[in-house]
């Protein structure tokens, strides 16, 4: 779970009902988010599966922080969670209170027609497509492509919505993800959300008022979605080691190469060790120095001389 201690408060994603494993970079991304420097941020990396259903999880830990105090003051007090996938808002969002601790989201709500679309990982494919028109648009798409943003605001509920007002259109596209080759070139990028086919949901939605401005959340989780095969070829996981391949020095990282060098150095040491030890054998005396005597004895049988030699 990805937690920002000094709010109290915590986001996971899941990933076809459990809870997927996170991994953070060595170094925090840059990401232009337009928020400002009182904003908190947390990234991280979680693993993707093709057509796996995924939800986002929100929580206000026990810890005596601004989360729990917020909750705590009154039944109205909340947080909102706006989500965002891929750079478009989704149509979902969740709602944190004292009451609905923790609370999830899987999917975007229609409220004039009682449905909900879940989210869903699709692949992205590529086109060999040259039209720059065509490229250019799927940079923009591109650009934040496989990235979770749980925008997180402080709230307080005023009162329920009339349930035959329009909802909130998401922009996510519904079927599969396709983008002209260049426009993913040199990006590890292997997936996408989209929508499931609607099902019947019966939602409760209501007014609020902001108290953090839309420009500066109280805080924000980051979550970059990706296969296994791309989490290795960005070094976010190690990529699996074959006994019949040998490692090409030009493609491995820093930390590979001296864990290759210093696993190198111990096999020349033992070499060595083992060396002196057969040398040393070889030149000790064997021994007394001295060739022993047999001789007869009664019965025809042979014993063993021990006889000094004057």
């Not at 060790?273 to 060739?291: C, F, L, M, T, V």
């Amino acid at each position: 779970m990805a937690i920002i201690h000094e709010l109290g408060l915590e986001v996971s994603v899941l990933v076809d009902g459990a809870e997927a494993t996170e991994y953070t970079p060595d170094e925090e991304a840059e990401v232009d988010d337009d928020f400002g420097p009182s904003t908190e941020r947390h990234h991280c990396y979680v693993e993707s599966i093709d057509d796996a259903h995924f939800a986002v999880r929100a929580r206000v830990t026990s810890e005596n922080k601004i989360g729990k105090k917020w909750i705590e003051k009154s039944p109205q007090h909340a947080f909102l969670v706006d989500l965002v996938f891929d750079g478009k808002h989704s149509g979902g969002s969740i709602k944190l209170d004292k009451r609905r601790n923790p609370h999830f989201q899987d999917g975007a709500v229609d409220c004039t027609t009682k449905t909900k679309r879940k989210y869903r990982f699709a692949s992205v494919s590529t086109v060999d497509d040259a039209n720059k028109q065509r490229i250019a648009k799927d940079l923009k798409a591109a650009k934040n492509l496989g990235l979770i943003q749980a925008v997180v605001y402080r709230i307080i509920v005023t009162g329920r919505k009339a349930k035959t007002r329009t909802s909130y259109a998401p922009k996510i596209a519904e079927g599969g993800i396709s983008l002209a080759e260049k426009a993913l070139k040199g990006k590890a990028i292997s997936h996408g959300t989209t929508f499931s086919d609607p099902i019947k949901y019966d939602a409760s939605p209501v007014d609020v008022t902001f108290v953090d401005s839309l420009g500066s959340p109280l805080a924000v989780f980051y979550f970059k979605y990706r296969s296994k095969e791309s989490l290795q070829q960005e070094l976010i996981i190690p990529r699996p080691r074959s006994l019949s391949i040998e490692p090409d020095v030009d493609n491995l990282s820093p930390e590979e190469l001296r864990r290759l060098a210093s696993e190198r150095l111990l096999q020349m040491r033992g070499k060595n060790k083992r060396a002196a030890s057969i040398k040393d054998e070889d030149d000790r005396p064997s021994g007394s120095g001295r060739a022993y005597k047999f001789v007869k004895i009664e019965g025809g049988k042979k014993a063993i001389d021990l006889t000094e030699d004057d």
